[in-house]
């Protein structure tokens, strides 16, 4: 069992940016594939990101591409969210996702559940 926490959240203006974190609690992080989604209040979660276990892969949605980037640390176990040029519809509770040699298909599409997830954390965009 692999446990997911993550942290980042809070209040940012429209147009500033945040970084999440997930931390996990495997050793490394080498051979998961990752993914974050999101679910803003009254509305269907929203899968945004996904990079495969082999690194060789990363997909974004239409609504968060050009300005979010997925990075990781397999030494730290760490997943790294940077959101840049927020807007107040990227308001949600952001959740990561992890799967042992997961190469994403589906993931995007809404069609797949990864293995573990955390509990996620609140992003809040508004002046």
């Known amino acids: 069992q692999v446990q997911l926490v993550e942290s980042g ?3 940012v203006q ?7 974190s997930c931390a996990a609690s495997t050793a490394t992080l080498e051979h998961y ?4 989604y999101r679910q803003a209040p009254g509305k269907e979660r ?3 990101i996904c990079m ?12 968060v591409r050009g300005r979010f980037t997925v990075s990781r640390d397999n030494a730290k176990s760490t997943v790294y969210l940077q959101m840049n040029a927020l807007k107040p519809e990227d308001t ?12 994403c298909s589906g993931y995007l599409g809404g069609t797949y559940d990864m293995d ?12």
Not at 92 to 103: F, G, K, L, P, S
């Open 9 to 11: 959240g809070g209040l």
């Open 14 to 20: 429209p147009g500033g940016s945040l970084t999440l």
């Open 33 to 36: 594939g990752i993914g974050w």
């Open 46 to 48: 929203e899968a945004i």
């Open 52 to 63: 495969s276990s082999s690194e060789t892969l990363i997909e974004y949605a239409d609504s």
């Open 92 to 103: 949600a509770v952001y959740y990561c996702t992890a799967e042992m040699y997961y190469y």
């Open 116 to 127: 573990y997830r955390g509990k996620g954390t609140l992003v809040t965009v508004s002046s």
